[in-house]
């Protein structure tokens, strides 16, 4: 039985990634039927047509829920960085299974969005919450994020084979990457969580922020020839090999403070699982094959 019935984009979106991955890696029709219907399903009710992008939460007969009804994701505003990321991801995956061509404006557009109304140009950090006509409801910076969406806005860029985009995309990845480099790395390598206008808010180091560091700064390494990225790849994956991978019982551990001690020692929880992890080192393997 249900226990929350709320219709999550964020989560939409998670599923459409995961069923077209599920028939990349079998090739059964079933989950990708089941992708291009949830895909339909979210195209009708999640997009905003009207001012583009996606909303945040809906009712189980998706009757958008109000700011004081839901919580989940975006307590600040109707559209965030975060699902908008996770949407753009999504529907990258579905193209490289199903090369529709409504998908296909629909992730152009998206991408367009990124760059031009989530993404500060003034600072190359995203803006984490937004009001229905993109006006910021936040100032607040999530170096994660930042360094996730340098690495997939490239992604993306490359599965939808616009050459243009691909190199506008490269130069956007430098220097969000360089900019995260500059004003959320610790000095032992770790990436920090959170800033505001005035400094650093949470000094918190998360396990999934630590994954994509890797991966974003040895990115940024691949596109630019930058040695200080390829060391900020090397120094974050350090940290987590020092103080965030449980060698006692495996998988890496949630939470840890500025000094390393572990604050909350969770593997699986609504927000944890091996998803930045895993996929950070699959990606390393790869990159790390054809540059070596």
């Known amino acids: 039985k249900p226990l ?30 089941r992708a291009i219907a949830l895909y339909r399903t979210l195209e009708s009710h999640g997009h905003d047509v009207a001012q583009r992008g996606y909303f945040e939460e809906y009712t189980r007969e998706w009757k958008r829920l109000s700011y004081s ?34 998908l296909r404006g629909n992730l152009n557009d998206l991408v367009d969005v990124m760059l031009t109304r989530v993404l500060n140009p003034a600072n190359h950090h995203l803006r984490l919450f937004l009001a ?46 360089r900019a995260t480099l500059a004003e959320g790395v610790d000095a032992d390598g770790a990436l ?31 596109l630019s020839g930058d040695p200080r990225f390829l060391q900020a790849s090397r120094h974050a994956w350090d940290f987590i090999e020092a103080h965030v991978i449980d060698r006692t019982h495996g998988e890496w551990y949630n939470l840890l403070a500025r000094d390393g001690t572990v604050l909350s020692p969770d593997k699986v929880s609504l927000w944890k699982c091996p998803y930045h992890d895993g996929r950070t080192c699959m990606e390393m393997v790869e990159r790390l094959t054809l540059v070596l």
Do not use: C
């Open 69 to 102: 009804e839901r919580s989940l994701v975006s307590p600040l505003g109707s559209k965030s960085q975060n699902t908008l990321l996770h949407v753009m991801e999504a529907y990258a995956n579905l193209l490289r299974v199903w090369p529709d061509p409504e």
């Open 132 to 177: 229905d006509d993109w006006t910021p409801r936040s100032d607040e910076i999530s170096f994660g994020h930042d360094i996730e969406f340098s690495w997939l806005l490239l992604e993306t860029a490359e599965v939808l084979g616009d050459h243009d985009l691909i190199a506008r995309t490269k130069t956007v990845a430098v220097e969000i990457a």
């Open 4 to 33: 929350d019935t709320r219709k999550v984009v964020y989560g939409q979106a998670f599923g459409i990634y995961a069923l077209a991955e599920f028939h990349r890696a079998t090739g059964d029709r079933a989950p990708l039927d």
């Open 192 to 222: 920090l969580s959170e800033a505001g206008p005035k400094g650093l808010t949470n000094t918190h180091k998360e396990w999934w922020q630590q994954a994509e560091a890797v991966t974003g700064f040895f990115n940024a390494y691949q």
